[in-house]
C-alpha cells in the first residue's frame, strides 16, 4: 500500500525528466537549424568571392597572353586587326587584376596587386615600343637589354611568373574552399545526430513508462 504514492512520485519525476529533455532537443535542434544556415551562407559566400576572384586571375592570365602574341605578331606583320586586339588586352589586364585584388582569399590579393604595380609601367613601354616600331619596321626591336621590345617582354614575363606560379593558384583555392564546406557540412550532420539521440535518450524512459 504504501509503494503507490513512491512509485506515482517517480513516475511522475521521469515524466518531468523526459518532457524537460524533449524540451532541450527541440531547442537544440532549432540553435542547430540556426547555426547549419549561417554556416552554409558563410561558406557561400567565401565560394562565391573565391569563384570570382579565380575567374579574375584567370582573365588577366588571358589579357597578359594575349598581349604577348599580339606584341610577337605586330612586330613581324603590323595590322589594326592586331593593334586593337592588343589595345583590348590592356584595358582587360587591369580591370581583372582589380577585381582579383577585392577577393577573399589573403594569398590572391597579395598577387593582384604585385601585378598591378608591374602593370601600371606596361601601357607607358607598350606605347614607346609601337612608336619605335613604326619608325623603324625593319629593324631589330628585342636586341639588346634596352631596347623597348625587350622591356616590354621583361614585364610580361615577370607578370606570366607571377600569375600562373603562385599560391593563388585558381585550382588549389577552389579545392580549398570545396574541402571547408564538407567539413562544414560533416559538423552540422555530427551535431544534427547527437542532439537527436541525446533527445530521444531523454524521452525513452516515459516511453518505457
Known sequence: ???????????G?????????????????????????????DESDSI?????????????????????TQTNVLEHDYSEQSLAKLRA?????????AQMEAGGDPAGVEVARKALQLQSGLDA?????LADLQQHPNAEHHGDDSSPG??????LTQLEVLLNDSPSDPAVLLGKNLDEVTS??????????????????????AVGC
Open 48 to 68: 562565391t568571392q573565391v569563384s570570382l576572384q579565380t575567374a579574375a586571375q584567370l582573365r588577366a592570365m588571358q589579357a597578359q597572353s594575349i598581349i604577348r
Open 13 to 41: 519525476a521521469v515524466t518531468r525528466f523526459a518532457v524537460i529533455g524533449m524540451a532541450i532537443a527541440v531547442f537544440a535542434l532549432g540553435a542547430l537549424a540556426i547555426w547549419s544556415t549561417r554556416v552554409a551562407q
Open 184 to 205: 562544414s557540412t560533416r559538423a552540422v550532420r555530427r551535431t544534427a545526430s547527437f542532439s537527436f539521440r541525446s533527445g530521444w535518450a531523454a524521452c525513452w524512459p
Open 150 to 155: 625587350h622591356r616590354v617582354d621583361a614585364i
Open 1 to 11: 500500500m504504501t509503494e503507490g504514492p513512491d512509485r506515482g512520485r517517480l513516475s
Open 125 to 129: 613601354k607598350i606605347a614607346i615600343w
Open 89 to 97: 588586352a590592356q584595358v582587360a589586364l587591369p580591370k581583372a587584376l
